[in-house]
C-alpha cells in the first residue's frame, strides 16, 4: 500500500511560479510511473505530466510544455512538478498518483492506483 501527499499548491499571479512536491510512502519499491493530473470543477481530470522510475522517460501535455518540469528522488520517493510562467488557465486542483499495475510510463488517469489528495492551485490574472 502506497500513501501520497501533496504540498506546495497556493495563489500566485500570472506569470509566477510553484513547486510542488509529493511524498510516497509506504510500499514505495513497487512504484513504476509517477504523474501530476489536474482537474476543474465540471470538467474531467486532465493528464499534466509523467515521468518513470528513473527517469528516462517523461510526457507533458502540449499546454504546459516549455513551462512546466517533473523529477524524482527516488531516494527521498518524492515526485516534484515545477510551475513556471503560470497561467490563469492552469488553476485547478492538482494530484498526484503513482502505479504498481503497469511498467509502463502513462498518460492514461485509470492506470494509476494510488492518488493524493490534491492541492489548490490558483493564478490571478
Known amino acids: 500500500q502506497v500513501q501520497l501527499v501533496e504540498s506546495g499548491g497556493g495563489l500566485v499571479q500570472a506569470g509566477g511560479s510553484l513547486r510542488l512536491s509529493c511524498a510516497a510512502s509506504?510500499?514505495?519499491?513497487?512504484?513504476?510511473?509517477m504523474g501530476w493530473f489536474r482537474q476543474v470543477p465540471g470538467k474531467e481530470r486532465e493528464f499534466v505530466a509523467t515521468?518513470?522510475?528513473?527517469?528516462?522517460?517523461?510526457y507533458y501535455v502540449d499546454s504546459v510544455k516549455g513551462r512546466f518540469t517533473i523529477s524524482r528522488d527516488n531516494a527521498k520517493n518524492t515526485v516534484y512538478l515545477q510551475m513556471n510562467s503560470l497561467k490563469p488557465e492552469d488553476t485547478a486542483v492538482y494530484y498526484c498518483?503513482?502505479?504498481?499495475?503497469?511498467?509502463?510510463?502513462?498518460?492514461?488517469?485509470?492506470?494509476?492506483?494510488?492518488w493524493g489528495q490534491g492541492t489548490q492551485v490558483t493564478v490571478s490574472s
Open positions: 498518483a503513482a502505479a504498481d499495475r503497469t511498467s509502463l510510463t502513462t498518460r492514461v488517469a485509470e492506470r494509476y492506483n494510488y
Open positions: 509506504g510500499r514505495t519499491l513497487s512504484i513504476y510511473a
Open positions: 515521468i518513470s522510475r528513473a527517469g528516462s522517460t517523461i
